[in-house]
């Protein structure tokens, strides 16, 4: 066969294979047989093993997984990705629907009602109809590269289908991916027989398996998308509604929800959510909720966003599932920060797609106000993401033989005496915690912490690894990570020269890691990554950080005395400033990138924004940013923290509400005065 032969030969294969895959895989019509699929498949292997030119990245010979990665590289979204309000409550979307009339009081609003799919959020870019790059959405504007693994989900196409209007030279595609029902419960299964831990629900394992640096790991999950949304949209006409997006998406190739309401009334609205909670238990996917989204894209511009997310969308909820099981045991968790954490041993019990053993009893208060003993048979719940929590005993269900739960006065990892404390963040209440900041679990915690994905991000330091490194003395502190050597790991047990050589990679890696990372890492109490990254903006070194008085600290953006005292008394402890002194011997850096000096000094700094109403010139992203790059803060609702509300035309309920406050009220001009380089 000559090269043109060939040429033609393998296009006009790839072109089948394509209708083939789209067949089976996006409709689940299957058109020919496996055996027959496989003779095409291989006849264009031979080809481009002849012929290695013809391979194209939209080859469907390309979807196998190509060479595994050593990270995942950070990929920037040509447009941002929000996010959306969530709402459990009905009388919530009537709300949402009126509001969304008083800024667009003309008419009848036609809304779209659709599943809310609980995978994982992705972003695909198509150039010239081929599809180049996917990403996860990171923080909204930067994700991870994703690409490779992407490639093998046959539910993406390679190449845009032909729609029969102008192919946009770039479109950025938004969907999530997500594991099917069935082969969640078949992966567990084998997970399980092999010894490794079970993935506790399918978003996480759709999330897992996108996270696989070895592409050829995540082909052999069964991966699907659905996609319902634009990003950028260049070099075509965009489409004006979203029901005209829908449409587009299913001809160009994917799959898109399967079932949609067009609805006009808030009635109607919550008719569908009703209807679609009886649809999606039949779906072969997890459905967490529905999505309300305004159908013309004209009206959703007049409406806007706020700092984090439409207001011409919405998320409802649907309610936790519950279900009744038997509480086996209750023993208790040491967390790094010393708390004492109450859990129940549960009798297993499948539970909102996967299988629940054990679930929070949050603190003793909670224990005794639910009157839960050891014994009762209760009441669990579980929200999407949410750890598993009992709720109640099913008191009708008692014997009286259960037993009340006597919490102990000593920490049951290292013995010592424990003291009622305030709860931090996320604690709640008051909680027992053991004071002995040599306590083991306190230094696991702390060290798995460190590690953890949102801080340092140091791949393979989890539970297991780090629990071998403390029991056998190699750690001690976070410090300690960095003076670890080969042969030291390849003596603990089970683990091999390829792991423990990750491991020290990983370490390596996060010396260089961005300052709020560090500081996140660090577990200074109330010092969560939101606020660690408004440090990391206000402070150019972690040295600057801590010389920083109290006054100053308090003066930072979000953060308020409570946390300012916490990182004096940090620092004024002479063993964290020794571990300081360690970090930076072992080369960490403390540089903060996020330093933005202008804002922080910026004519706005300090004073938080509400804008409200159609301004005369500005859209509002456009108002947010000029407020932003100038260190001023926009928010979603008034309230006395307000500064200036920002009214324009056909302002609502938050011009009232900033009246009734007595807060400023600006128009644009007056906005624009404030930013003019002579304020600054
Ligand atoms: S629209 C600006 N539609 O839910 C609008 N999102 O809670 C962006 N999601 O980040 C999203 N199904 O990951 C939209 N039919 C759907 C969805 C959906 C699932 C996810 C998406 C989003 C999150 C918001």
New binding site residues.
């Given amino acids: 066969m000559t090269h043109a032969q060939a040429k033609i030969r393998h296009a006009k294969l790839a072109e089948e294979i394509r209708g083939h895959d789209h067949a089976y895989y996006v409709e689940a019509k299957p058109t020919i047989s496996d055996q027959e699929y496989d003779r095409l498949y291989h006849e264009l292997l031979d080809l481009e093993k002849e012929f290695p030119d013809l391979i194209t990245p939209d080859s469907p010979s390309q979807r196998v997984g190509g060479e595994p990665l050593t990270e995942f590289k950070p990929v920037q979204h040509l447009s941002p ?4 309000d ?1 709402t459990y409550s009905q009388a919530e979307v009537r709300e949402f629907v009126a509001r969304v009339q008083r800024l667009v009081p003309d008419g009848k609003l036609e809304r779209m009602v ?8 992705i972003n695909l870019r198509f150039e010239n109809g081929v599809f180049t790059c996917g990403a996860t ?1 990171g923080d909204g504007t930067t994700g991870d590269d994703v690409t490779s693994n992407l490639k093998t989900i046959r539910g993406i196409p390679a190449r845009l289908r032909e729609t029969g209007k102008k192919l946009p030279a770039v479109v950025e595609i ?1 969907g ?1 991916v997500f594991m099917p029902k069935a082969a969640f419960a078949k992966l567990n299964v084998e997970r399980t027989a092999n010894g490794e831990e079970p993935f506790a629900n399918p978003r996480n394992s759709a999330a897992g398996s996108l996270k696989q640096l070895d592409p050829r790991l995540a082909a052999k999950r069964a991966l699907d998308i ?1 996609v ?2 634009l990003g950028t949209f260049q070099g075509a006409e965009p489409p004006k509604e979203h029901d005209e997006v829908l449409a587009w998406l299913k001809k160009a190739g994917f799959k898109t ?1 399967e079932k949609t309401w067009k609805c006009y009334s808030a009635d109607e609205l919550i008719a569908a959510i009703d209807e679609l909670d009886t649809l999606r238990k039949k779906f072969l996917y997890e459905t967490d ?1 529905a ?1 309300i ?1 305004l159908n013309s894209f004209a009206l959703r511009e007049r409406v806007g966003f706020t700092s984090k ?2 207001r011409w ?1 919405m ?1 409802y909820k649907y309610a936790a599932e519950q279900a009744e099981t038997k509480l086996k045991a209750i023993t208790i968790q040491v967390g790094r920060t010393g708390a004492l954490t109450p859990v129940a041993e549960l009798e297993p019990v499948f539970l909102a797609g996967s299988t629940i053993s054990r679930a929070t009893l949050h603190n003793e208060d909670e224990l005794r106000r639910k009157d839960i003993r050891v014994g009762d048979t209760v009441t669990i719940e579980k929200a999407g993401e949410v750890i598993p929590a009992v709720v109640g005993v099913v008191l009708t269900k008692r014997t009286g033989n259960e037993v009340q739960f006597v919490f102990p006065s000593t920490c049951p990892e290292c013995g010592s005496k424990v003291a009622r404390t305030e709860g931090a963040a996320g604690e709640g209440g008051v909680v027992w915690r053991c004071m002995n900041p040599d306590c083991p679990a306190q230094i696991r915690g702390r060290i798995e912490h460190w590690c953890a994905r949102g801080a340092m991000d140091i791949e393979g330091g989890g539970e297991v690894l780090v629990g071998q490194l403390v029991k056998n003395g190699l750690v001690q502190d976070v410090a300690d990570l960095y003076k670890l050597t080969l042969d030291e790991l390849m003596n603990l047990e089970r683990m091999g020269e390829k792991s423990a050589q990750n491991f020290l990679d990983g370490i390596q890696a996060s010396k260089s890691r961005d300052l709020w990372r560090l500081l996140f890492g660090l577990g200074i109490l109330h010092v969560g990554a939101g606020v660690a990254k408004a440090l990391g903006k206000a402070f150019a070194t972690l040295d600057d950080l801590f010389a920083a008085s109290l006054p100053q600290l308090v003066e930072t953006e979000d953060v308020g005395e409570v946390i300012a005292q916490s990182i004096v008394q940090w620092h004024g402890d002479a063993r964290n400033r020794k571990l300081i002194e360690r970090l930076r011997k072992a080369g960490l850096n403390f540089k903060s990138s996020l330093y933005n000096p202008a804002a922080a000094a910026g004519a706005l700094a300090g004073k938080t924004f509400v804008l409200t109403g159609t301004l005369p010139t500005l859209k509002r992203e456009e108002a947010a940013a000029k407020i932003e790059a100038l260190g001023g803060k926009v928010s979603g609702s008034v309230s006395k923290k307000t500064d200036y509300v920002v009214a324009g035309e056909e302002a609502g309920s938050k011009l009232d509400k900033a009246q009734k406050l007595g807060i400023k009220v600006i128009d644009e001009a007056e906005l624009l005065r404030m930013c003019q380089p002579s304020n600054s």
Avoid: F, Q, W
């Fill in positions: 990705m929000t996010s959306l969530n659709e599943p809310k799919v609980d995978g994982v959020a959405r938004r999530e659905i319902y949304g929800p909720g999505v989204k997310a439409p969308a998320a």
